[in-house]
């Protein structure tokens, strides 16, 4: 199965549409500036599971080779998302567990959040990307920590175009006039917190005032 998903992988279209970010992103600091070089490692049996149970989520993807790209920076157990119902805008790659986490929060949460709150069916994603080879930015006492875009394992959500032509960006939303709007927000927020293990939105801090951070680890915070 995983096999034909990868030989069937078409060219990615999903990283070709505006960023939420705008001119008001700063390029990250570039950490392990090194040719990656390729690990020669065997899938582990976590991967492997996870894999599958994409495969029967009918999510299209396309497994990434391991790759050490230096300064800390490492790719391991990562696919590249092809379809998952929705377009979603400059995603990279993922590491399986987080492209698990963020696919069943599409589906399961964001979609019918769009539906039922909104009054419209969800068509697009806008992401400011998934792995970058780069420190925590914004955090006090952070001194230089790698991001958990640094392993693949983070995504950041920006907005989300509906059907009847409406963007719904954190930007402008978060905090502004439409209640339907903040609401929607704060529930897809809610709902992320249950998924992931780092969930950080405008209410943490400045640095994050305009996108969700969505990080598969195990820390059990949201803001």
């Known amino acids: 199965m995983l096999r034909r998903i990868a030989a069937l992988a078409l060219p990615v279209l999903l990283a070709s549409c505006v960023s939420g970010g705008g001119s008001d992103r700063r390029p990250p ?47 391991i157990g990562a ?7 929705v377009p979603v805008t400059n995603i990279k790659a993922m590491r399986c567990g987080l492209a698990r986490s963020f696919t069943g929060w599409v589906d399961h949460a964001v979609a019918p959040a769009a539906r039922q709150m909104l009054g419209s069916d969800l068509v697009r994603i806008e992401s400011m990307g998934s792995y970058a080879c780069r420190a925590v930015v914004g955090a006090p006492g952070a001194g ?3 991001s958990g875009h640094a392993s693949a394992n983070a995504i950041d959500v920006s907005g989300f175009v509906l059907k009847d032509g409406r963007r719904i960006t ?19 927020r809610a709902s992320a917190c249950k998924r ?6 405008p209410d943490y801090n400045a640095a994050h005032y305009n996108h969700l951070h969505l990080e598969d680890d195990r820390a059990g915070f949201c803001r």
């Open 79 to 85: 696919l590249q998302l092809l379809d998952i119902g």
């Open 29 to 75: 600091p570039r950490l392990g500036g090194a040719k990656p070089a390729m690990l020669n490692l065997p899938t582990s049996r976590e991967t492997q599971a996870c894999f599958a149970d994409l495969a029967r989520a009918d999510v299209r993807f396309s497994p990434l080779p391991d790759r050490d790209y230096g300064g800390g920076c490492q790719v």
């Open 144 to 146: 230089g920590r790698l």
């Open 170 to 188: 954190l930007q402008q939303g978060w905090n502004g006039g439409d209640a339907d709007t903040r609401g929607f927000l704060r529930a897809i």
């Open 196 to 201: 992931f293990g780092t969930v950080l939105s």
